[in-house]
């Protein structure tokens, strides 16, 4: 084990015993969800990811530690504190170094996920291409992370707030296969249907387990993106959602938003303009995607046996 890893004692004994484990990213809780609703998400997905008959993995990095596995005391530090840096793969060295408290965006969670040894992470929406990217450059740490780290990451697609085609694309051009259940359609994170499809549609956690071992067995070494649809009565209505992710994205270029504060900003403005329906659906579909990614991890240490 990687000496600057700090494995909590519940997830290094799951890993000792081969039993499932699910990494849970800390920026959706620090940076992505307002306080309360943030600690109470995250204990919720923990709670799903356990009822499912996994053990969760919240990461972060805490006095500089790249912790995997957080307590209640820990989970609730980074729900609370207002410091947190938000780390990606550029910023772990300089937490650890400074022994500072940073939230882990997905890419960071992947790199501490794969150096435990736990295949399967679950998010709530990856990063991606940034509309205007061809101006702004604006491409999420998050697809190059894919790109090299093998881990499946449960999610349910990426926000419209993104340019999801080019994002699709971007990951076509790195090999990252682009699973999806329930549809076949990438999903949009508050909406069901990106228009858009995935790759390949694979409903039973049984066949993606299989797509997965494969995938790895060859040393294909990517990441590997399992898009789940939020639940019907969570989605908000396409036209609607367009509306407010339009009037965000205006009110983020006239306050001059740019790097890595984009994101934080656009999730905080569509919350307010849709008078926290937003944060109901992000809710929603988080522990569906936790319910889902612990089947994954169920079915993956099963295929083991
Ligand atoms: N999607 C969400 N909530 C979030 C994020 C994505 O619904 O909090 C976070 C994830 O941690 C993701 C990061 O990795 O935003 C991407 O940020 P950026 O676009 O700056 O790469
Ligand atoms: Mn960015």
């Known amino acids: 084990m990687n000496p600057y890893l700090q494995l909590s004692p ?15 990213e ?23 990811v356990r009822a499912q008959g996994a053990v969760p993995a919240s990461i972060a990095i805490l006095d500089g ?42 890419s960071a969670t992947m790199i501490g996920a794969h150096l435990a040894g736990i295949e399967v992470f679950v998010t709530g929406g990856i990063g991606g291409v940034h509309r205007e990217a061809s101006t702004t450059f604006d491409i999420s740490a998050d697809l190059q992370e894919l790109a090299r780290t093998p881990v499946a990451v449960v999610c349910a697609g990426a926000k419209s707030i993104l340019d999801i085609g080019l994002t699709l694309e971007y990951l076509e051009t790195h090999g990252v296969p682009v699973l999806s259940r329930e549809q076949d359609a990438f999903a949009a994170f508050y909406t069901r249907d990106s228009g858009f499809k995935a790759d390949h549609r694979l409903d039973s956690a049984t066949e993606q387990a299989a797509f997965i071992r494969a995938h790895w067995g060859l040393g294909l070494g990517s990441g590997v993106v399992l898009s789940n649809p939020i639940p019907v009565q969570a989605a908000i209505d396409p036209p609607l959602m367009n509306a407010w992710i339009d009037q965000a994205l205006r009110d983020a270029q006239a306050a001059g938003i740019q790097g890595k504060a984009t994101t934080p900003f656009l999730l905080a403005r569509i919350k307010d303009l849709s008078e926290g329906r937003s944060l109901a659906a992000n809710q929603a579909l988080v522990l569906h995607n936790a319910s889902v990614g612990a089947e994954l991890a169920v079915a993956l240490a099963q295929s083991d046996r």
């Open 65 to 106: 530690r790249f912790c995997i596995g957080l307590d209640a005391s820990q989970l609730e530090r980074v729900a609370q504190d207002r410091s947190m840096l938000k780390a990606s793969r550029r910023d772990i060295a300089y937490a650890m170094a400074q022994r500072r408290n940073a939230a882990t965006t997905v």
């Open 26 to 48: 800390s920026t959706i809780i620090a940076h992505g969800m307002p306080w309360p609703q943030n600690l109470q998400t995250a204990q919720a997905v923990e709670a799903t």
């Open 10 to 24: 519940e997830v290094l004994q799951a890993r000792f015993e081969g039993r499932p484990v699910v990494a849970l």
